[in-house]
């Protein structure tokens, strides 16, 4: 790469219930890219053992009628099984995560229990502490019999504290989580309780809405797409943390988390990572406008493209070096990409306190600039790829050849763009990593992967200047090193 030199789906129906209409939205996740990346998966064709996907994933999307037409089935099925209402049946439902499975199993070791666990039936001792009244417990009024209102606990409340009470809940968000008013009393209110007590359509119409938002969140299988006002629902048969796209927004994003796709890092471990990142977000800003010296002539230099291996030319002399250690390029060998492993201070826990707060903030700063410089070269690396697409119409309204004839460079620019989204998720895995010999294999393996990306990045940015075999060697070997590491680290 040259440098410049300065100062610095299905459609759903009209009748689709979005259930994230309600809520805020959610800040843009740090190191959030292109759209490019989706849907290019099938990009390289592989053969032999080499075709095993490690993100090979199945699933299902889903419009808001199949969805509830799915949760009504499993409804239907448990409240005759149980011999309960199908409100009832819905929250013992919720309470287990919709593991039907094991619902029945403790039905038939202990079917009481089972609903004083799913919290719609009090527990005995509960139940006879309870004394007739007819006076409301809350407004403490007399009350006629026919207007106190109870659940299974028998906690009398008369109808206009009940009233109330829904209605301040449902207009704070809350659905299954209802409750009884008596304190410490922990039993649901089933819907077929609360739907006549909100006093207004719209009120029971946010209510649906509550009710099917928890009923999705609570089901093991089942996850809305995050996606601005979109209703869709995607569904699986074995919940991992896995790449799954809505086929109606085209919203991208972890199954299990619902944040954007990160392996190979978990779940957890990528919410530690984005949370110390906006913490320390004057780092970010500092190293996001940060430029760099040349090593050999110390003209300050920015980059113009994703790929880190730098090229500067001039009369007396050229400069052929790695963006990220500044180091020359001929050291960064295909054996070991040296640059991509933190160098640990073994005597450090023997040092000062401010020492090791030193060696903690450098150790921090190394894998936050290669985070933050694949983000960088994702997006630099969207401006090549609109680059061939127009080279490629070019082409093609010139007589050049088809589309299809050079559908491989733009082939070629979207598994670069898999492959280095793959990598930058590699950093935060490596920050936490313990030390040791899988951690030793890790980085030998991610080192291998962000070497061949940059040669891979290298070639697509002089596409012109490599034969197609050459390109599509390259964009095989890529991809081999990103599924050999995906295979033996993405969590399972």
Not at 64 to 93: G, I, P, R
Not at 226 to 237: K, L, R, T
Not at 358 to 380: G, M, V
């Amino acid at each position: 790469m040259s440098v410049d030199m300065n100062s610095q789906g299905s459609d759903s129906n009209e009748e689709d219930y979005d259930p994230n209409c309600e809520e805020e939205e959610e800040d843009e996740d740090p190191g959030d890219i292109e759209d490019y990346y989706d849907g290019v998966a099938n990009d390289v064709e592989q053969q032999g053992a080499d075709a095993f996907d490690p993100e090979e994933y199945q699933f299902t999307c889903l419009t808001y009628k199949e969805s509830e037409s799915t949760l009504n089935e499993h409804m239907a099925s448990l409240a005759a099984t149980l011999k309960v209402s199908h409100a009832v049946a819905k929250l013992v439902l919720v309470s287990f995560h919709w593991q039907i499975s094991e619902i029945l199993e403790r039905h038939k070791s202990n079917a009481a229990q089972l609903l004083v666990e799913a919290r719609v039936q009090p527990t005995s001792s509960k139940h006879a502490m309870v004394h007739s009244s007819h006076h409301c417990a809350v407004c403490m009024q007399f009350v006629r019999k026919e207007n106190l209102l109870s659940l299974a606990c028998q906690h009398q409340f008369c109808r206009s504290c009940w009233e109330q009470h829904c209605t301040v809940l449902v207009k704070d968000g809350v659905g299954v989580g209802v409750s009884c008013m008596a304190q410490d009393c922990l039993l649901r209110t089933p819907e077929d309780f609360v739907f006549p007590l909100l006093p207004s359509e719209e009120l029971k119409d946010k209510y649906r809405r509550y009710l099917f938002r928890d009923y999705v969140e609570s089901h093991y299988q089942l996850q809305l797409c995050p996606g601005a006002d979109c209703p869709m629902v995607i569904q699986v048969q074995e919940p991992k943390a896995r790449r799954v796209q809505c086929n109606r927004c085209n919203e991208v994003f972890c199954f299990k988390c619902r944040q954007m796709y990160h392996a190979p890092t978990d779940c957890a471990t990528i919410r530690k990572w984005l949370t110390k990142c906006a913490d320390d977000s004057e780092t970010a800003n500092y190293i996001s406008a940060h430029t760099k010296d040349c090593p050999k002539c110390n003209i300050c230099i920015e980059k113009n493209g994703g790929c880190n291996h730098m090229v500067m030319h001039f009369l007396l002399f050229s400069a052929d070096f790695c963006w990220m250690c500044l180091g020359d390029w001929k050291t960064h060998g295909s054996e070991y990409y040296e640059c991509s492993r933190y160098k640990e201070n073994p005597d450090i826990v023997n040092q000062s306190q401010q020492a090791q707060a030193r060696e903690a903030l450098k150790k921090y700063l190394f894998y936050f600039e290669r985070w933050e410089n694949h983000n960088k070269s994702l997006q630099l690396e969207a401006q090549t790829y609109q680059r061939i697409q127009e080279k490629i119409q070019e082409r093609v309204m010139n007589n050049l050849g088809t589309w299809i004839d050079w559908q491989y460079l733009q082939n070629a620019a979207k598994l670069l763009a898999k492959c280095r989204y793959t990598l930058q998720y590699t950093y935060p895995y490596a920050y936490y990593m313990e030390s040791g010999p899988r951690k030793k294999l890790f980085e030998y393996q991610q080192a291998q992967l962000e070497a061949e990306i940059e040669n891979l990045s290298w070639k697509v940015e002089r596409a012109d200047s490599y034969d197609r075999g050459d390109l599509e060697n390259q964009m095989h070997i890529a991809e081999q090193r990103r599924r050999t590491l995906l295979k033996d680290f993405h969590d399972t």
